[in-house]
């Protein structure tokens, strides 16, 4: 398709996929990234976001770390090994954490960038940029003690 002269190219819509049963972190996050430009899917179990992967194709998955049947890490796992054996194109992917704890994890997971709940507009919208533009997200935590 051909753009006329003149004529102002529309920006591709962005999808991200979010795997929560939480309704409140649905709402934060759909606060953060929805919009006429970004559309946020939802699938309330771990074992969806596969499939769903796969019709939608997303820019970006968010993976809540407690969501029922599957959780986050495993999750991501998932989506690494069906994306290593060509079953599924790469995936950019954010996990929301309930402690500092979980971070060990979530960097053998291969995820591209985490936050610990409980999360906010502000920063959500902040990662999800920082990831959509190709790069990680991670926020500070506390050295462990001695």
Known sequence: MSIPDGAVPLRPVTDVLLATDADWIFDEVAAALADGDTTVHRVRA????RRTVAVIQPDLVILDLQIGSMGGIAT????????GAGRLPDQRILLLLDREADVFITREAKADGYMIKPVDSFR???AAQALLDGGTWSEP???PAR
Not at 46 to 49: A, I, P, S, Y
Not at 76 to 83: F, K, P, V
């Open 46 to 49: 771990g074992r969806d976001v």
């Open 76 to 83: 991501c796992l998932d989506l690494r090994l069906e994306s």
């Open 124 to 126: 959500i919208g902040r």
């Open 141 to 143: 935590v506390a050295a």
